[in-house]
């Protein structure tokens, strides 16, 4: 079991930069791929990126390639979604996720360990 706490999230003007963090802590023995998924008011949680457990590998959704940078730091059970050139339609709440080493996907049901969410609010 490893549990997951997002934060740095809050509201920030479009154009600008956040970073969320994500800890984790629990059987971190085990390595995990992490992903970052969000979803906004009335619609579906949607993938963002994800890291492979080594670090080696990342996706990210179209809709933030470019923009969006996912970084871990293994010595320290860490996340860390960088978030540049926002856009009032980033506005959601953000979610870290882990799941088994070599077993992710862009899908929600690919990860069974969640964090309870950060907010991100871009003002237009």
């Known amino acids: 079991q490893v549990q997951l706490v997002e934060s740095g999230g809050g509201l920030v003007q479009a154009g600008g930069s956040l970073r969320l963090s994500c800890a984790a802590s629990?059987?971190?023995?085990?390595?995990?791929?992490m992903g970052w998924f969000r979803q906004a008011p009335g619609k579906e949680r949607e993938f963002v990126a994800r890291i492979t457990g080594g670090g080696r590998l990342t996706y990210y959704a179209d809709s933030v390639k470019g923009r969006f940078t996912i970084t871990r730091d293994n010595a320290k059970n860490l996340v860390f979604l960088q978030m540049n050139s926002l856009k009032p339609e980033d506005t959601a709440v953000y979610y870290c996720?882990?799941?088994?080493?070599?077993?992710?996907?862009?899908?929600?049901?690919?990860?069974?360990?969640w964090g309870q969410g950060t907010q991100v609010t871009v003002s237009s």
């Open positions: 996720a882990a799941a088994l080493l070599h077993q992710s996907t862009s899908y929600v049901s690919a990860f069974p360990y």
């Open positions: 629990g059987r971190t023995d085990s390595n995990y791929d």
